[in-house]
């Protein structure tokens, strides 16, 4: 089946981006990109060591060009860092080419699953509460995406059928 614009799944460090979009690009017979990923192969070096080495600027100018050319293409499902959305001009572009989908949670499972884990550097030395203040802010941008996925309390099959509902009747709208 060809599909007209692509999936892009953004959400917090955390949200499974990248676990569900696997799983969906197979279910879809779709092309999975993870921009972390391809950021890392690229520069040989984790993203932490990016952040570290190289800086956040240079991190997010390169995460803003590699998603731009992968969300042009066709067929593609995408797995945004949780930062990129964030961005203005990307946000346009995403809105032009792909439909765009938050996967939700509440901030305590968000916490939970990212506070200690030292693959994240932007949560680095943040305490809970700087950390659910961050989630709350990045929220009101989450919240420009097409759709919205509740993600709480569903197994990661449901997600991915939810997923492909609201997607499919976005391509027969659009
Ligand atoms: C970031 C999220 C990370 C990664 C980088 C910055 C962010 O991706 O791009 O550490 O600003 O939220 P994930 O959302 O895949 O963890």
């Given at each position: 089946m060809e599909y007209k614009k692509n999936i892009v799944l953004i959400g917090m460090m955390g949200s499974g981006k990248s676990t569900i979009g696997r799983m969906l690009a197979r279910k879809l017979n779709l092309n999975f990109i993870d921009?972390?990923?391809k950021i890392e192969k690229l520069e040989n070096l984790k993203i932490k060591d990016i952040f570290e080495k190289k800086g956040e600027i240079f991190f997010r100018n390169l995460e803003f060009k590699e998603s731009f050319k992968e969300i042009k293409k066709n067929n593609n499902i995408v797995s945004l860092g949780g930062g990129a959305y964030l961005n203005d001009k990307l946000r346009?572009?995403?809105?032009?080419f792909s439909c765009s989908i938050w996967l939700h949670w509440k901030s305590k499972t968000l916490i939970?699953?990212?506070?200690?884990n030292p693959k994240r550097p932007v949560i680095k030395g943040m305490n809970e509460f700087q950390i659910k203040k961050m989630i709350n802010e990045r929220n009101k941008v989450y919240a420009k995406s097409d759709f919205k996925i509740t993600c709480d309390n569903h197994k990661k099959n449901e997600i991915i059928d939810k997923i492909i509902n609201v997607y499919k009747k976005y391509e027969i709208s659009n």
């Open positions: 921009i972390d990923s346009l572009i995403i809105k032009k939970e699953r990212i506070r200690n």
